[in-house]
Antibody
Framework: QVHLVESGGGLVKPGGSLRLSCAAS????????MSWIRQAPGKGLEWVSY????????YYADSVKGRFTISRDNAKNSLHLQMNSLRVEDTAVYYC???????????????WGQGTMVTVSS | DIQMTQSPSSLSASVGDRVTITCRAS??????LNWYQQKPGKAPKLLIY???TLQSGVPSRFSGSGSGIDFTLSISSLQPEDFATYYC?????????FGGGTKVEIK
């Protein structure tokens, strides 16, 4: 069964750092782009970042560029998001999601984890 | 960035009603449009991809249409389990962007 499980969320002060992880199972992890998507409390969805199966192609939203770093370990079927210089406005539930290319170049986020909460507050 | 605008932002409907949600892109996105359903406290779930194709396991009362700029999500006969928030999302360009969501509530 295809499964994604995030971890690493918590409470951090503005300017602090946090590293999120996402453990994948049930599919060939290295075959898929993976993504982070976040949702601030009571708000909509915001795409944050994604990277290719090999990790060679990486994209970020402008709101996190230069502060967040996405990475993956295909040997361990894991995805990571290193978040530095955190701001109050980064407070959100962070979801990892699989990018499914159903018909190149069309894609969708077909599998989502349960999310991990990040709270940035003094 | 491509802006996605959904309307309405919320609606009240009764079980059995037909419901239509619209999504408009700020530029043409061909059929690079996906729809998601999110229930409170849960992760979003992919409902429709490529503007009109139902994801496996999604009931046939859901349908999607449109291309270019204007898209719709319809629920032919609203069921109790359909009360949720629905989001459109474009995959034509990076950054991927979502609509603001439409909350479907019980009347």
């Amino acid at each position: 069964q295809v499964h994604l499980v995030e971890s690493g969320g918590g409470l951090v002060k503005p300017g602090g750092s946090l590293r999120l992880s996402c453990a994948a199972s049930g599919f060939i992890f290295s075959d898929y782009y993976m993504s982070w998507i976040r949702q601030a409390p009571g708000k909509g969805l915001e795409w944050v970042s994604y990277l290719s199966g090999s990790g060679s192609k990486i994209y970020y939203a402008d709101s996190v560029k230069g502060r967040f770093t996405i990475s993956r370990d295909n040997a361990k079927n894991s995805l990571h998001l290193q978040m530095n210089s955190l701001r109050v406005e980064d407070t959100a539930v962070y979801y990892c999601a699989r990018v499914w290319e159903y018909s190149s170049p069309y894609d969708a986020f077909d599998i989502w984890g349960q999310g991990t909460m990040v709270t940035v507050s003094s | 960035d491509i802006q996605m605008t959904q309307s309405p932002s919320s609606l009240s409907a009764s079980v059995g009603d037909r419901v239509t949600i619209t999504c408009r892109a700020s530029q043409t996105i061909n059929s690079y449009l996906n729809w998601y359903q999110q229930k409170p406290g849960k992760a979003p779930k992919l409902l429709i991809y490529g503007a009109s194709t139902l994801q496996s396991g999604v009931p046939s009362r859901f349908s999607g249409s449109g291309s270019g700029i204007d898209f719709t999500l319809s629920i032919s006969s609203l069921q109790p389990e359909d009360f949720a928030t629905y989001y459109c999302q474009q995959s034509y360009r990076t950054p991927r962007t979502f609509g603001g969501g439409t909350k479907v509530e019980i009347k």
